[in-house]
Nanobody
Framework: VQLVESGGGLVQPGESLKLSCAAS????????MGWFRRSQGKRREFVAG????????KYADSLKGRITIGRDNLNNTVSLELSTVKFEDAAVYYC?????????????????????WGSGTQVTVSS
């Protein structure tokens, strides 16, 4: 599967941000999907994930309440909405696909469980 992220750019603190990921090349519903991010000087970290059906989600504890992941299995896309953006949200955000989820409702939080990755989209936070 090929993954292409979009929606990154410059945002001001307090604003909302929506990222999208378009998947192609394989059956989208075969994959659990996730979003990760890597800030400068830090390791890549889990942000949010959604099961194959879209019914089950997981979020990073540090972002709960500000973040929503969505999945559109008709259009083969997954989205990420982040509200009340903070300076520390600046990062490259990656979309990832897990081809072999442990169960139909599984959502992995480890990046080692995701086989396919987009090239990332940069989010810069500046006032």
């Amino acid at each position: 599967v090929q993954l292409v992220e979009s929606g990154g750019g410059l945002v001001q603190p307090g604003e909302s941000l929506k990222l999208s990921c378009a998947a192609s090349g394989d059956t989208f519903t075969a994959y659990a999907m996730g979003w990760f991010r890597r800030s400068q000087g830090k390791r890549r970290e889990f942000v949010a994930g959604v099961s194959r059906s879209g019914r089950f989600t997981k979020y990073a504890d540090s972002l709960k309440g500000r973040i929503t992941i969505g999945r559109d299995n008709l259009n083969n896309t997954v989205s990420l909405e982040l509200s009340t953006v903070k300076f520390e949200d600046a990062a490259v955000y990656y979309c990832a696909a897990d081809r072999i989820p442990a169960a139909a409702n599984a959502v992995e939080t480890s990046d080692r469980m995701y086989e396919y990755w987009g090239s990332g989209t940069q989010v810069t936070v500046s006032s």
